[in-house]
């Protein structure tokens, strides 16, 4: 450590100077940063502690042009799904906790269609550093305003093929598959697919899951097994509805969210089907209700802690670096009483 006798402690370069470490690694470390190691973290911030050191933290934005804040984006018309979706709202809830670790707050932001300036005003003004999505209807046209604006930004799904910037997303193919294959091995011969919004990545490559595990086995798909919703409840409702509709001798099927599930089961509940010994239902998920509904429902994890901390960790290092970073998640299947396994 070097030594500076007599000299005041008032600016990062002098604890910078006395760890023997970058001003960039002080201001980290000073702010509880996960990007420094813990034995540096601690070193730093005794050796501020030891000479009566505070950070001001106005002072501390504006040398560094950040606001804290991170902007978290959805559409106006999708404003509902926060309340209704409760994927989304405990996603949203797990990237609040992950940005405190980095004392950052979050700052949500709607837009309306065919706005093209939001990236600007909450850029320029500084009011946000930095970007976070879910999937939506106009992702497309988000990501390419935000990669024109040259934004730092993550979404939470599958990356566009011909562009390049940052995502975490779920193993969407494996999930399909895992779900497919746990239905056959409990003996369903006529297994359904009720997917989310047609064409988007998600419920493309869950669907990929889904054939590839029956073509696996053997078995021809049957678009008459096939349906889609949008994730609400509703969708769930009317999807089963059609599906029965369309094959009343159907044993099983996949659902390709949690929320859709539980009202696919209460529709084949009041049409007199047992569950599972009639049809077994997978969703896919794993929300807080899933395991509370009746029966408790098996699905496919995505784990919504970890999922809010790649988000946040993920912008952070393309804050902090630059860097670009497209992060797989791996498929769980959580077996619960819905399929006919008991836990």
Not at 35 to 49: D, G, P
Not at 225 to 234: H, M, N, P, Q, R
Request: with cysteine; hydrophobic share 40%.
């Amino acid at each position: 450590m070097v030594i500076m006798p007599n000299k005041p402690v008032r600016t990062i370069a002098d604890i910078a100077q006395l760890a023997g470490v970058s001003k960039a690694i002080v201001s980290r470390a000073m702010n509880d940063s996960p990007l420094v190691s813990h034995e540096t973290k601690t070193r730093i911030q005794t050796i501020a502690r030891e000479h009566n050191y505070r950070v001001h933290q106005i002072a501390r934005s504006l040398s560094l042009r950040r606001s804290q804040t991170v902007a978290f984006v959805m559409p106006v018309e999708e404003s509902g799904s926060l309340v209704n979706n409760p994927f989304r709202r405990e996603v949203l809830g797990a990237i609040a906790t992950a940005l405190s670790a980095y004392r950052y707050d979050m700052l949500i932001v709607q837009t309306k269609a065919g706005d093209l300036e939001w990236p600007h005003r909450y850029l320029d003004s500084g009011r946000a550093d930095g970007f976070i999505l879910l999937t939506c209807a106009r992702c497309c046209d988000y990501i390419r305003l935000l990669i024109e604006r040259q934004a730092p930004f993550v979404v939470w799904g599958t990356p566009l093929p011909d562009h390049r910037y940052s995502t975490v997303s779920g193993d969407n193919v494996m999930g399909g598959r895992l779900a497919t294959e746990h239905l056959i091995a409990s003996g369903r011969r006529r297994i359904g697919f009720l997917g989310g919004i047609p064409g988007q990545q998600e419920t493309q490559k869950r669907h990929q899951g889904y054939a590839d595990a029956l073509q696996a086995a053997g078995r021809a798909i049957d678009p008459a097994l096939v349906t889609y919703g949008d994730y609400t409840s509703a969708s769930g409702a009317e999807g089963m509805l059609h599906l029965l509709n369309q094959a009343p001798d159907l044993d099983g099927v996949l659902v390709n969210s949690d929320l859709m599930a539980i009202a696919a089961m209460s529709i084949l509940q009041k049409k007199g089907y047992r569950i599972p010994e009639d049809v077994a239902v997978v969703g896919y998920d794993d929300i807080f209700l899933a395991a509370h509904c009746t029966p408790p429902l098996t699905t496919v994890r995505q784990d919504i802690e970890r999922i809010g901390g790649l988000l946040v960790e993920t912008l952070m290092q393309n804050l902090e670096t630059g860097a670009i970073a497209n992060v797989t998640m791996p498929a769980e299947l959580v077996v619960r009483q819905s399929s006919g396994f008991a836990i």
